[in-house]
């Protein structure tokens, strides 16, 4: 990811002015990928879970990457995501959790499922 990348040579900058050896090279470098921030782009992942566990089953997704949204394959196996932890560990950050009072009272639902949103964000 981005942020660990500059964090990295961040380190390594430290490193070299510690030792002596700092040279314009290394902080040309950190001020490139601090550019290249400005680029930055966001992708959105919805995923509605039968549950509010993580790892419940996902039974509806909608993902927008490159500001083009899409409802991913017609078969639910194909998705690439089967749970909400499956999402996780590839990358994808919760940035919204279901909103639980929606789910209170099965009589009166405004939503379907339990709603995660995650995002990505990744250098363009």
């Given at each position: 990811m981005w942020l660990e990348a500059v964090t990295?040579?961040?380190d390594q900058g430290i490193a070299e002015l510690r030792a002596g050896t700092l040279e314009e090279s290394t902080l040309a470098a950190i001020r490139d990928e601090l550019s290249a921030a400005g680029n930055a782009r966001q992708d959105l992942l919805y995923l509605q879970a039968a549950g509010t566990a993580?790892?419940?089953?996902?039974?509806?997704?909608?993902?927008v990457t490159d500001g083009e949204l899409s409802d991913g394959a017609d078969d639910p196996d194909d998705w690439p995501y089967?749970?909400?932890l499956d999402a996780i560990r590839d990358g994808w950050r919760i940035i919204e959790f279901p909103n639980l009072a929606l789910l209170l009272d099965e009589s009166r639902t405004y939503a379907y499922g339990a709603e995660f949103v995650l995002e990505k964000i990744r250098s363009a």
């Amino acid at each position: 990811m981005w942020l660990e990348a500059v964090t990295a040579k961040l380190d390594q900058g430290i490193a070299e002015l510690r030792a002596g050896t700092l040279e314009e090279s290394t902080l040309a470098a950190i001020r490139d990928e601090l550019s290249a921030a400005g680029n930055a782009r966001q992708d959105l992942l919805y995923l509605q879970a039968a549950g509010t566990a993580l790892d419940t089953q996902v039974i509806g997704m909608r993902m927008v990457t490159d500001g083009e949204l899409s409802d991913g394959a017609d078969d639910p196996d194909d998705w690439p995501y089967q749970t909400v932890l499956d999402a996780i560990r590839d990358g994808w950050r919760i940035i919204e959790f279901p909103n639980l009072a929606l789910l209170l009272d099965e009589s009166r639902t405004y939503a379907y499922g339990a709603e995660f949103v995650l995002e990505k964000i990744r250098s363009a």
